[in-house]
């Protein structure tokens, strides 16, 4: 595997990301289309609610897998932070915010601890500004 870093730590799964999502926004546009051109009926109703539901379904599947991930994460770097952290901060390990939390997983162990002091101390919110002050990176290759 390659090393992993800000720039590459996305994860796409070429094909849910781009033929699945994809070919039901065409099948939903398409029902829509069939339903207008042919007149409008029950059985074109059907059609464009049931592509309707079917994007819906894709994009919750992948919401709900995310909220889990999410949830072991928290719970893996909650025991991480108490195995790493200074006294004081290991009080505060509670107050993070699971956006937090999530980002913080890459810092290295060295690096862990000033760093979480320092989205403690700034109230750094923000994922994407969490993940670029981290200077040593810890992959993480088993994500959703």
Not at 55 to 63: F, K, N
Request: hydrophobic fraction near 50%; aromatic fraction near 12%.
């Amino acid at each position: 595997m390659t090393e992993q870093n800000f720039a590459n730590h996305a994860r796409f799964v070429p094909i849910y990301h781009f033929f699945a999502i994809p070919m039901f926004i065409l099948n939903f546009g398409w029902s829509l289309y069939r339903w207008k051109t042919s007149g409008f009926s029950i059985d074109g109703l059907i059609s464009a609610l049931v592509a309707a539901a079917l994007i819906i379904l894709a994009l919750y599947a992948r919401l709900f897998a995310l909220t889990v991930q999410d949830r072991v994460i928290r719970l893996e770097e909650r025991a991480r932070c108490q195995r790493l952290l200074p006294e004081d901060l290991k009080a505060r390990v509670d107050d993070f915010t699971i956006g937090q939390v999530v980002s913080l997983r890459f810092a290295s162990d060295a690096e862990l601890p000033s760093l979480a002091r320092k989205v403690c101390d700034d109230k750094l919110r923000d994922r994407k500004a969490i993940k670029q002050l981290i200077k040593s990176w810890k992959p993480d290759h088993l994500r959703v």
